[in-house]
Nanobody
Framework: QVQLVESGGGLVQAGDSLRLSCVAS????MGWFRQAPGKEREFVAA????????YYADSVKGRFTISRHNAKNTVYLQMNSLKAEDTAVYYC?????????????????WGQGTQVTVSS
């Protein structure tokens, strides 16, 4: 059973930065998704098994960076220049294939989520 544990969420002001972490029980291609109240879960960023490929939603491109530390089975989401519209529960997800996954249905396992709140 794959286990994913997110951390790093919190309450910040617009323009601030946060770094989310997701520790996995093994090495997988990983993604970050988010879900705001009353909205559907949306894709944020993804990284391949090797870390050689990354992909971002247009809404976060240039502000967020996904990376991984393979020896620690940990994936990070560095979030800079945060906006109020980034407020959501952020979920990390793992997929059993090695390539980047860009939609939620491509992922097999999900973490419990971590709340990010950005005040304007």
């Amino acid at each position: 059973q794959v286990q994913l544990v997110e951390s790093g969420g919190g309450l910040v002001q617009a323009g601030d930065s946060l770094r989310l972490s997701c520790v996995a029980s093994g090495r997988y291609a990983m993604g970050w998704f988010r879900q705001a109240p009353g909205k559907e879960r949306e894709f944020v960023a993804a990284i391949s098994w090797s870390g050689g490929s990354t992909y971002y939603a247009d809404s976060v491109k240039g502000r967020f960076t996904i990376s991984r530390h393979n020896a620690k089975n940990t994936v990070y989401l560095q979030m800079n220049s945060l906006k109020a519209e980034d407020t959501a529960v952020y979920y990390c997800a793992a997929r059993l294939r090695q390539a980047v996954g860009k939609t939620s249905r491509e992922y097999d396992y999900w973490g419990q989520g971590t709340q990010v709140t950005v005040s304007s």
